[in-house]
Each structure stands twice: as C-alpha cells, then as structure tokens.
C-alpha cells in the first residue's frame, strides 16, 4: 500500500467536484440566468439613454455578477456536510486546506466562469464602449476568485448554525465592499482614458494573500464545526 | 506491567471522557485494542457511542484523557489514513455510482494491495450496480458501498458505527466475515451496536458504556 501524491489527490478533488456540478447543470445556470435578467431590467427601469447607460455599465455588471455569485455561495459545503463526505476529507491523510481549496477553485469554475463568460454580452447591452471590455473582464477575473475565498470562509465559519444564510449575508457585505470598489474603480478610470492599473494591482494582491489565507481558513472552521 | 514496544496495545485509551456543555457525555474510560482484536462497544441510546468513536477517529477532540497509538501518544498527523470510519452519514455523493465513489476515496487514501472498486464492489455484493447513481440503491445498497470502502481502502483500524444497520442477513453475515478477516490479518476494530451479533471466531471483547 502506498499513499498517493498530492497531486493525483488534488487532481481527484478538483475533478469530483467538476464532475458533481456538471450532474447539476441547472443549478450552474441559474446565477447566469439571474445576471442576464437583472442586467436587462435595468435599461427598462431607468430608460435607454446612451449616456447614463454608459456611466453606469461596468458598476452594474460588476455587482450583478458578484451578487450572482452570492446566490451559489451557500451550497459550497452543504452538501458535503450533510452526506459525511466532508468528514470523510478531514480524516484522509492529505492536507485539508488544500483538498478545500480545490473544492474553492471547482465552485468559482462552475459558477463565476460563466457569468465572466457572459460579461461582454451584459456590458454591450448596456452600451460599454468595447476598448473598457477587456478591463472588466480583467476586473473581474480577479474580484470573483476573491470573493469565492472570502466568501468560502464565511461559509464554512457558518456551517455549524442553523439558518446561516442571514447571517452570511451580513457578513459578507462589508468583505466585498472592496473588492467592488478597487473593481469599479479600474473600470471607470479605463473609462475616462485614465491609468486603471493600480487598483487591478490592489485586487491581485487581495488575491494572492487570500489564495494562501483562505484555505487554512477553511479547514480549521470546518475542523471547529465538526468538533461538535 | 512492563510492556515491550512490540506488544504495546494498537490504541489504547487512559481516563477518556468528554463534555458536551460541561456535561459528561460518558464516564472516564480505560480500554485496550490489540492487533487483531475486534471490540464491540455496547450501550444504550445516548449512552455516547457515536461520540466515543468520532473522537477515536479524531473528529471531536479529546476531551480529557489520553489517546495512545501503539505505545506513544496519538498523533492525527501520523495516523491519518491508518484509522477509517464508518459513521451514520455514508460519505457517499448521491449523483455519483458506487465506483465513482470509490475512485475519489481511493485516489485520497490509496488502495490495498491487489484490489480494484471493480472486484471490490464484485465481493461486497454489488455487481451489476457500479455504475448507478447512489440515489438510486435502496438503504441497504448503499450501506453496503460504504462498506466497500473497508476492502478497498488500506487501513488498521476500523471504527464502524452501527454498521449493521439497514443491512439484510447475508450482509450482516459478510460484515462478520469482513471483520473476521480484518482482525486475522493483523487489523483491529470497533463496532457499535445494539443488536445481538454473533461473531464466528469466538466471542469479541465488549466495552461497555454508561451514560
């Protein structure tokens, strides 16, 4: 006998969880489907003037997106703690964190890769001029993945109470406040023919620390909420 | 008692007790499981047999007490993997089939020897089910791919929590003689139950326990 890698282990994680979501492609396409509507009320709600549209494109795909995010954000562990799965990962002989965040980068390719995937369309059909496209689509490369991590701590911090989603909620609003802000802020300084790297650069490096943090995080709220 | 390393006991419990907002679960307990030992552990409902096992498998901390693996206190680092369990909650994804599930355990755990999900699922007595979805097997079905796991997986000791549970007379027989195996070949068990079980290879220690 003889432990396997961390590879094939990570490997087997990530293609579980992949091949789970794709058994439920209704549940992937439902964020889409609610960023898609959302996005075309809003032309209906305030009316099609070229210009308001324009200033206030890139915000609104941007939070439609994040809080289509939201909307999955729940079900990241639910399943895995109430079919014992999840106790099943903590007791293998591979480091949690890491199995967790595989898990984190299967949800955030199931459920943000396609709303990002569906952005252009979104922010055409709210008149973005097309040269600001490829920074959202940049923007938001890095402010979902952000806001998977963040938001795949708060759930596991929850995961041991009951009507958790209040209280996720509320948790998470002030985490993503951030992320919009740096993200919109790229969006509308390309707008204007202004320099948008830095606040690019500010979200890579809210990223980087969360890819690292995020997944320790993880595994030792899950530990604490089986511990009981 | 002079112990020497070689006969030192698998798992051994000194003054084991847990709290559950300050209130004991079950009284201190001292026990011993030696290679080859199989172990039932008995009590009433509440009685903290669940709890016993899902801290021997390290899912609830040690209350107070010692833990001891093989003569040295229990790291969970090192015997990841070394300990399995079984509990109510099967562990199985319900969109996958029985031998999906076993390809992500096994791809975590590793594989005995020799074995494969394919005869695996062949001796636990799933043959012509492997590819269906879990949600489609009957309680009892399901059960019984848990309990794959158990042949697949490599591992020393065995922590199975009621796992007679939903399973006919043929499959009460094969856990029996799955255990019975187990335990020849140099492994170790515990099984919760609270029914009458009757075990071929003599009769099994029993550890009782009081709420």
New interface residues.
């Given amino acids: ?4 890698g961390l590879g ?2 990570c ?3 990530l293609r ?1 969880d992949l ?2 979501a794709w ?2 492609r209704g549940d992937i396409a439902m964020p889409v489907l609610y960023a898609v509507i959302v996005a075309t009320l809003f032309p209906f709600a305030l009316g099609p003037e070229d210009t308001l549209l324009q200033r206030i494109a890139g915000g609104v795909v941007l939070v439609t997106v994040l809080l289509a995010m939201l909307l999955a954000l729940d079900a990241m562990f639910a ?1 895995d703690i ?4 999840l ?8 480091p949690l964190a890491l ?1 967790l965040g595989m898990k984190i980068l299967a949800h955030w390719l199931a459920t943000a890769l396609p709303l990002i995937v569906i952005a252009p369309l979104l922010a055409a059909m709210l008149h973005l001029p097309g040269t600001v496209i490829p920074v959202l689509l940049l923007a938001l490369l890095l402010a979902t993945p952000l806001l998977s991590l963040l938001g795949a701590v708060l759930v596991a911090l929850t995961a041991g109470t009951r009507r958790s989603g209040m209280l996720l909620a509320l948790m998470l609003l002030p985490l993503c406040v951030p992320a919009v802000i740096f993200a919109a802020g790229a969006v509308a300084a390309a707008q204007q023919g202004l320099p948008w790297l830095a606040p690019i650069a500010w979200l890579a490096a809210a990223l980087v620390l969360a890819v690292v943090l995020a997944p320790l995080a993880c595994a030792a709220a899950l530990r604490i909420a ?2 009981a | 008692m002079t112990a020497t390393p070689a006969a030192a006991p698998l798992l051994e419990a000194r003054g084991l007790s847990f709290r559950r907002q300050d209130e004991p679960v079950f009284a201190p307990m001292d026990f011993q499981l030696h290679a080859g030992e199989l172990a039932l552990v008995e009590g009433d409902n509440g009685s903290g047999k669940t709890t016993l096992l899902r801290m021997l ?5 040690v209350g107070e007490g010692e833990l001891r693996w093989r003569g040295a206190p229990l790291q969970r680092d090192a015997t ?6 079984l ?10 089939s029985p031998r ?1 599930n076993l ?11 020799g074995t494969n999900a394919a005869s695996v699922l062949a001796r636990i007595g799933l043959r012509g089910y492997e590819d269906e979805p879990v949600r489609r097997l009957s309680a009892g079905q399901k059960k019984r791919a848990a309990l794959a796991r158990l042949l697949l997986l ?1 591992a020393t000791l065995w922590l199975l929590d009621e796992p007679y549970a939903n399973l006919d007379r043929i499959g009460i027989a094969l856990v029996n003689e799955l255990l019975e195996r187990h335990t020849d070949a140099g492994g170790a068990a515990m099984v919760t139950s609270h029914g009458t079980v009757s075990f071929h290879g003599g009769e099994p220690r029993r550890i009782r326990m009081h709420g």
């Fill in positions: 006998m003889n432990r396997p094939t282990a490997a087997a994680m579980r091949a789970l058994r439920r399943s109430e079919d014992g799965s106790e099943q990962l903590v007791l293998s002989p591979q199995l089986l511990d | 498998a390290g899912l609830l901390h990841a993997g070394d300990i399995l369990f509990g109510h909650q099967l562990g199985l994804k319900a969109d996958f999906e390809r992500v355990a096994a791809s975590l755990h590793g594989c005995r020897d490599p």
